[in-house]
């Protein structure tokens, strides 16, 4: 409508000037002439005004067009890159570690255990002895009980670093050095080829047991496997110490050989070093012994395929931290607390799935099926203790996760009071439970009033 109402408007004005302002004899024109002079210029003036609409409109629409194409580019690099990050830390915090081996030196097996795997040992030591012999004997006799059996299942554990876990004196290190040096001497008594005692502190942090052992294999990307050993006794405090906190005073040494996930073995791992102290040696082919496996460490050649061979048979991953700043007997409270904390620890078990990107709405997870759940709540004496544990077990119910009791394992009501050796303990029991139930199995580990850490290990196979 508009654009006849201008074609109007010109042809009346060049009408006007047609008629009164062109010095043109219109009486001398042939009838197609004066036809088109009167019609064409206006004609042509809003044919070219269309067109140039026409032009803008269609630049308008590709700048347009580029525009989106632009933005729709930035958004779907902004999505890969937020995917990238987002898979790399999912898989950062899925990292695990494997079990390959566990020992555990205490007075009494607890009822779940079954002698099934050569990897889990559970070495029986008679309390009675254990205390009258005194702490420092007593923890020597379970050291070298778990060191002999570990030698005589393996040989390469010989070459592994071995890490205590507990924030020790110096004299309590020495003594688990001697103790794995004497076992080293007995293992191989002509002296060849003996590795050097390779035992430290794991070092201090605020953080679970299991992320503080998975920083020292990140860090250390030539560490194959190493030795997580616990032990403490408090079997002379006795009668006194029981008085006092309700809980049997215990003894235990728990160690566990834990390795890199996917270890390689090449055809080169299975073969002898040479003798490099024969001169005759060529200089190229000297100190070649473990650059084309340099995730071996100090694992000489000939022994890689024994440790190799040892299957994994349980998977640690990583714990979550809870803060319980309330009244522990409140159960509905701790229990709202304590389900984060799962959530997040089933999620970096891989039991979990994140929710998804851009919105959408998740699937109904499964329900969550456990094998068992190992604890150190307190003494079963203890309200207190019983209600932390009913919180726990009240947080799986949202998981759709029934725990009863015969479901759970209280270290201190089969162990007693084990002090510095507990992480462990409940570690390498957490590991066994899972490899003969073929099920998950979660820790729950009190440290003090108001901290609980929550982990998962799984069977490997699982």
Same mark, same amino acid.
């Given at each position: 409508?508009?654009?006849?109402? @201008? ?13 009164? +302002?062109?010095?043109?004899? /219109? ?80 007075? %009494? ?50 070459? /592994? ?90 003894? +235990? ?16 791992? #299975? ?15 000297? %100190? ?32 979550? #931290?809870?803060?319980?700043? @309330?009244?522990?007997?409140? @159960?509905?409270?701790? #229990? ?37 759940? @190992?604890?150190?709540? %307190? ?16 947080? /799986? ?51 003090? #009033? ?13």
């Amino acid at each position: 409508m508009t654009m006849f109402f @201008i074609l109007i408007v010109l042809a009346a004005l060049w009408l006007a000037v047609v008629w009164l +302002a062109l010095p043109v004899d /219109l009486a001398a024109l042939a009838l197609p002439s004066l036809v088109s002079l009167h019609v064409a210029p206006p004609a042509l003036a809003v044919l070219s005004g269309l067109m140039c609409k026409r032009m803008w409109q269609w630049n308008t629409a590709r700048l347009e067009k580029a525009r989106a194409g632009e933005l729709a580019a930035q958004e779907t690099t902004r999505l890969t890159a937020e995917a990238a990050a987002r898979e790399a830390e999912l898989a950062r915090r899925r990292a695990f570690l494997d079990c390959r081996a566990a020992w555990l030196a205490v007075p %009494g097996k607890p009822g779940w255990f079954m002698d099934e795997l050569p990897q889990c040992r559970i070495l029986e030591q008679d309390a009675n002895t254990l205390r009258e012999s005194g702490r420092k004997a007593a923890l020597s006799s379970s050291l070298r009980e778990v060191f002999d059996a570990a030698l005589a299942q393996c040989e390469a554990f010989a070459f /592994l670093p071995l890490y205590l876990s507990q924030a020790c004196r110096h004299d309590e290190l020495e003594l688990v050095r001697k103790a794995w040096q004497e076992a080293l001497r007995e293992a191989f008594p002509d002296g060849k080829d003996a590795p050097s005692p390779d035992c430290r502190r794991l070092p201090d942090a605020d953080e679970p047991l299991s992320d503080r052992v998975l920083a020292l294999f990140e860090n250390d990307p030539a560490m194959p496997a190493m030795w997580l050993v616990g032990m403490d006794s408090l079997l002379e405090e006795g009668i006194e110490d029981e008085s006092k906190t309700g809980i049997e005073p215990g003894h +235990a040494v728990a160690a566990l050989v834990l390795s890199r996930p996917n270890l390689v073995l090449v055809e080169a791992d #299975a073969i002898e070093k040479p003798d490099m102290s024969d001169p005759y040696i060529p200089h190229w082919e000297r %100190g070649q012994g473990g650059r084309d496996a340099p995730q071996w460490g100090s694992v000489p050649p000939g022994l890689r395929a024994r440790l190799w061979a040892l299957p994994p048979f349980a998977r640690l991953h990583r714990s979550r #931290a809870s803060f319980l700043q @309330i009244n522990p007997a409140r @159960i509905v409270t701790g #229990a709202r607390q304590l389900r984060k904390s799962i959530d997040a620890a089933l999620m970096d078990a891989a039991l979990r799935d994140p929710p998804p990107l851009g919105g959408c709405k998740a699937d109904e997870p499964e329900p969550l099926e456990l094998g068992y759940l @190992i604890h150190n709540c %307190g003494s079963d004496d203890d309200p207190v203790a019983s209600k932390r544990l009913v919180s726990v077990t009240s947080a /799986l119910r949202g998981f759709d996760c029934r725990m009863d009791l015969e479901m759970t394992g209280n270290v201190f009501a089969e162990h007693g009071d084990t002090g510095a050796a507990c992480p462990v303990l409940m570690l390498a029991e957490a590991a066994m439970c899972a490899a003969f139930m073929q099920l998950p199995v979660m820790l729950a580990e009190s440290e003090g #009033a108001d901290r609980m850490c929550i982990g998962i290990v799984r069977p490997a196979a699982g």
